[in-house]
């Protein structure tokens, strides 16, 4: 096992960043703990081409790569740019093997991550994996990375990300062009989920309460989503009535983050977008059944976890075997509640 440097003859830092949204919006508390850590450090982080907006720009990043190591020439690309940057050590944030190997491959001297995957002759320095690790909130387990540095009991700092102010500017065009105000109410809704239907609260429900929302704050509500959600996204719409719009597949990741930024409410499933929209400081509702509110939840008190006791849940299926009774079990009214605690 190599020697870890101390903290301040630490020049450059690689980092490996999850491949999905809302994992790389976990990263970012861990991120900032880096840069208390590492002051002297320039911090290179590389990512996916689809996460790699949240940190342009960022400032816990000083660069960013994107990475397309889904093909060997693609990967080997990447092991050429990292190489260049002569990292003095690395931190692995994905658990998968694939990771170490691009890290091992560009000669990283220093290589940090969890024993997991079957790479352990990989990683220089590999973090024990705990079962308490398996039971506390992401942030800290991307946290305890840094423990050979700095006391795990720390309290993390919450995720954060930054909107330009153009992109504010564009996003208020963007509204503008759509008869919405600056000044007015808007409720931002999620309906629809990457990982699967069974993160999914029911449509009309989320029309009722946006309408509710909307209705008493004569605002507007605009549906978010990618372009293979539109259809959800219609769906609300079309359940809400005057004053919806569907804006799913019409945004970049960075036109989302500025919309959400500009958001007055949103109400969201668990997904990448609710971790964006808590990160900003948003006001938002989450709707969690299947997956685990225990490791996952958007983190800020701008926040409200909406979800059922079911003795199948988390269950963590993509989709619901049964009869979906931990989404049908969330009523109109409990979000409704739940957002105006918020908005009090």
């Known amino acids: 096992m190599s020697q870890l440097p101390e903290p ?13 949204v809302g994992d790389c919006v976990i990263n970012t508390p861990f991120l900032g703990r880096l840069r208390e850590v590492f002051p ?15 940190f342009e720009p960022h400032p816990y990043a000083d660069e960013v790569v994107p990475l397309d190591d889904s093909s060997r020439a ?15 050590l690395g931190f692995l944030l994905p658990n998968s093997l694939k990771a170490a190997s691009f890290f091992a ?62 992109e504010h500017a564009r996003a208020g065009q963007w509204l503008a062009d759509r008869g919405i105000g600056p000044e007015d109410f808007v409720v931002g809704v999620n309906p629809a989920a990457v990982y699967g239907t069974a993160k999914r609260w029911l449509p009309e429900r989320f029309a009722e309460a946006a309408r509710h929302f909307a209705g008493t704050r004569r605002g507007h509500a605009v549906v978010t989503g990618l372009p293979e959600e539109r259809p959800v996204a219609e769906a609300v719409c079309e359940a809400g009535g005057s004053g919806f719009h569907n804006a799913a597949g019409e945004m970049s990741l960075r036109e989302l983050m500025a919309f959400l930024a ?46 059922v006791e079911t003795p199948c ?28 605690e918020l908005l009090a």
């Open 105 to 166: 491959a560009a000669g990283v001297p220093v290589r940090i991550g969890y024993d997991r995957d079957a790479r352990r002759m990989l990683l220089t320095h590999p973090v024990e994996l705990r079962p308490e690790d398996l039971a506390v909130h992401e942030v800290k387990y991307y946290l305890r990375l840094l423990h050979f540095w700095q006391e795990e009991a720390l309290t993390p700092p919450p995720p954060r990300l930054v909107v330009t102010e153009e």
């Open 8 to 20: 301040d003859s630490v020049r450059a830092i690689a980092v490996r960043l999850t491949n999905w």
């Open 313 to 340: 849940a988390p269950c963590l299926l993509r989709h619901c075997p049964i009869d979906h009774r931990c989404m049908t079990g969330v009523t109109t009214e409990m979000v409704i509640r739940a957002g105006e």
């Open 262 to 307: 500009r958001c007055s409410l949103y109400i969201t499933n668990d997904s990448g977008a609710m971790h964006v929209a808590a990160a900003l400081g948003t006001p938002a509702v989450a709707i969690f059944g299947s997956t685990d509110w225990v490791t996952t939840a958007p983190l800020g008190g701008h926040t409200r976890i909406v979800r």
């Open 40 to 54: 002297s450090a320039r911090v290179t982080v590389f990512g996916r081409r689809n996460v790699v907006p949240l």
């Open 74 to 88: 693609g990967f080997m690309a990447g092991v050429r740019v990292l190489r260049s940057l002569r990292p003095d």
